[in-house]
């Protein structure tokens, strides 16, 4: 009877060793599907409506309602049917908007991107319904819209990063001489050759008459 339950004791003691040890979830981190993060009285809701939606005070009780059932599957590899698309949904638009607002007022790609941005906000706000949802913005299924914000906000914080608008912005009259040299390679030639010139055009030729 010991040597039995010493080999099990000693059997107990191995397994523990060999176990995962649990991770802990954070006690002090709120699950947004079940707590509303931004509580907000009936009163305050009816005053956010007034204020386009993307000056609004995400609201977590909103968009985690939608109409019409669930698809069964995406019918693509790897994409997962998403319980709450409209709530994931403008909380990466939400996201996309405040890396936008810190790009240069120069970078053109600032303001495509924000108003493709809120003009998606502004349907999802607008349309409860996740197949209407897909059919006005066409651009896939909701669960793929979730994908290309997802990426949004990623390539927006790696141009922070990388700065990409420092490489296009130039004085107006460098880049003309810039397009000029690679156009009748004036500076640095080697050959003795007379190019065209484009910035004095023959504007006094004479017209030509009709021979008899």
Request: proline share 6%.
């Amino acid at each position: 009877m010991m040597a039995g339950s010493g080999r099990a004791a000693l059997c107990q003691s191995r397994m523990a060793l060999m176990a995962p040890a649990l991770r802990g979830f954070r006690s002090d981190f709120k699950n947004p599907y079940l707590h509303d993060p931004t509580p907000m009285s009936q009163e305050e809701r009816d005053m956010q409506t007034a204020k386009p939606v993307w000056d609004r005070v995400f609201d977590h009780k909103k968009y985690m309602q939608h109409e019409g059932a669930l698809k069964l599957t995406t019918g693509i590899a790897f994409l997962d049917v998403e319980p709450f698309p409209r709530m994931k949904l403008m909380k990466l638009y939400y996201l996309a908007l405040q890396e936008i607002n810190e790009l240069p007022d120069e970078y053109s790609y600032k303001y495509y991107s924000r108003e493709l941005t809120r003009f998606r906000m502004k349907v999802v706000d607008e349309t409860p319904s996740i197949r209407a949802i897909e059919e006005k913005i066409a651009h896939g299924l909701v669960e793929e819209l979730i994908v290309a914000a997802h990426n949004e906000v990623k390539l927006l914080r790696i141009m922070k990063k990388w700065r990409p608008w420092e490489m296009y912005v130039h004085d107006n009259d460098q880049a003309k001489e810039e397009l000029l040299n690679m156009a009748s390679f004036r500076t640095d030639n080697p050959f003795d050759v007379v190019h065209e010139n484009y910035d004095a055009q023959r504007y006094d030729r004479k017209p030509r008459t009709k021979s008899n």
